[in-house]
């Protein structure tokens, strides 16, 4: 276990989930590496490269126009060397409409390069019910 580097990687989710509280689609992608590969839970089955998974943030941003709730809950971080791994439980949805308010859960892997630790792979889903095929945003933590 590397403290420090856990720590680092706190420090780049934090600054992150700001980012996407503010709808700031460059700082968004900044722990983004060029040849990241992410599977987001909406629209795509994945996404390679750093452009491609923009360009989806973008979009995704047009869903939720207000203000919005971007929160993190029961975080855990895992470092050893240039690799480490974060997942959470995250509430999204417009702040002025709790009804439409979910968790979603999130996985990120993480390798540091020349000092600096850059997102390489990032997994978004939500649980769903096998018989209605929907999405179990409602479940709480």
């Not at 900044?30 to 943030?57: C, M, N, S, T």
């Not at 240039?82 to 390798?111: I, K, Q």
Request: with cysteine; glycine share 6%; net charge negative.
């Amino acid at each position: 276990m590397n403290s420090a580097a856990e720590t680092e990687i706190r420090q780049l989710i934090d600054t992150w989930m700001q980012a996407v509280r503010d709808r700031d689609l460059d700082g968004i992608a900044a722990p983004y590496a060029e040849d990241i590969v992410a599977f987001d839970a909406i629209k795509e089955l994945q996404f390679k490269g750093k452009a491609a998974y923009r360009a989806h943030w973008e979009m995704c941003m047009g869903f939720c126009t207000g203000p919005m709730i971007f929160e993190c809950a029961e975080l855990t971080v895992h470092a050893d060397g240039d690799l480490g791994v974060a997942h959470w439980l995250n509430r999204c949805g417009p702040s002025d409409d709790e009804n439409r308010c979910g968790f979603m859960r999130a996985t990120v892997a993480y390798r540091r390069r020349a000092g600096q630790w850059q997102v390489i792979h990032e997994h978004w889903s939500a649980p769903f019910d096998m018989e209605t095929q929907k999405a179990l945003f409602d479940l709480k933590p």
